[in-house]
């Protein structure tokens, strides 16, 4: 079980991403606004953050950079859950700092087998 910030503007998406999640047996908070989100964050520390790229306040990007600069957050692993694809978008939100980006829509495996993946990798470089 990992305790994930997911920030989504949309409560629609974000009450199906919290459903999937939690019956995936994590622990998902949901916040719809960017500097909320940020300020939460930095707060409650997360196992992972969820972003998606278009948020009201701060954006998805943004809070991804801002993360990157704080040293107590510098490792917290990202994933960005967005509609926005294509090449650019990835290369741009991995060139942030992101662990990972899926694109909506997804499936619930997809998304599932994502979180899990970050959460690995992230556990595997702890080790290190």
Known sequence: ????????DDSLIGDIVQKILSDAG????????GT???????FK???LVILDRALPGMQGLDILRALRRLPQLYLTPVLMLSATGGDAAVEEAMGAGANDYL???????ALVDRVDQVLRQNSFRNLN
């Open 36 to 42: 909320l989100a940020f300020d939460t964050i930095a």
């Open 26 to 33: 994590h622990l998902v908070g949901v916040i719809t606004h």
């Open 103 to 109: 694109v909506k829509p997804f499936t619930p495996e």
């Open 1 to 8: 079980m990992a305790r994930i910030i997911y920030v989504e």
């Open 45 to 47: 520390k997360p196992e």
